[in-house]
């Protein structure tokens, strides 16, 4: 049996007015997903358990099988495994955005403009970190580079409890708010306020503006915790798995699980991505393994950017170079396979954040033949009769590998 999962990040929405009340999810062509769907198994399932932060992090961690109550530490743990940090038990690995704060005339005050400063490029990135780790970093704090607007900041025998927020949580507020708060603060306060005053005449930052771009002015840090202690699928399954994300989260989640963690050139979290690839190498990898696990980006970011034309665009990407060519393939390579189509979480393109609702899934089996029917992929699942409901995210990879529901 060949397992693969397909996940587009923050596919899920609400209705939208300029689509005439359908989210980008029922206005996009899905015919790949819409098939899946009327030949599968349906239903809704809680990925983030009531009273955790719906991030990516979470709700992933939930989709791998993995009660996030039990074993969530933080976001940051998991980006570190996947750049090749290795944390002590003291250790506190922090996210570090670069993003755009708008300034106000005396620069008394901010509100957060971008939480990725124009989707920054890797190359830039890299200059403004090695910056930012020249000037700012010392013996129990270091700064890594990770991918666009994605680094690391570890705080050596640092404080973890410390309230901090994801800035795309914080779009277009005023910041002041929602600066780090508790023991420990002042820190976390102090190297983001120096590095404002850093980046304002930075090399990379004068071309962007030269170039119409956002510039990246401020760190951002949030996501923060210790290393975490997961079991590997093939202790907890019995099965050897790969994953292909162009994001370190969902990359390091694959380290912990015991995966192989597929690089994929060209393959950039955007609309961008280098989608053919990522499918490629998911299925050559099925030659070797029982399980991949495909992570597409793109529908969360443009979310975040509260774009329903990008949102749709993503979607309809992801069914036409991901979910088409891996099921032709399938079909023509296995006899015996299971396919889960999911999104890890919403991101409503109002709201330009995710919420914590349930999420429509199907999956799909190939020895069972089920009877002739249309079923949309879409949000319109949770309203069905016949649906399947997991209220804990984590048992539904219980039921897609094992089949077993209790």
Known sequence: MKYIVIIGDGMADRPVEELGGLTP???AETPNMDRLASGGTVGSVRTVPPGMHPGSDVANLSI??????RYYTGRAPLEAASIGVALDTHDVAYRCNLV????NEDKTGSVMDDYSSGHISTAEAREIIGTIQENLGREDIVFYPGVSYRHLMVWKRGYADIECTPPHDILEKEIAGYLPAGKGEDVLRDLMMRSVGLLEAHPVNRKRVENGKKPTNSIWL???GRKPQLPTYKDKYGIS????SAVDLTKGLGIYAGFEVLDVPGATGWLDTNYQGKTEYALRALNNVDFVYIHIEAPDEAGHAGSCKDKIRAIEDLDALVVGPVLKALEERFQEYRVLLMPDHATPVKIRTHTAEPVPFVIYDSRRKIAD???AYNESIAERKDKMVFEEGHRLMDYFIKEVTD
Not at 64 to 69: C, K, N, S, T, V
Not at 241 to 244: D, I, K, R
């Open 25 to 27: 999810l029922k206005k």
């Open 64 to 69: 791998l099988g993995y009660d996030p109550q």
């Open 100 to 103: 755009t704060l708008k300034f």
């Open 222 to 224: 949030w996501g923060q």
């Open 241 to 244: 798995g790969a994953l292909v």
């Open 373 to 375: 029917r249309h079923i």
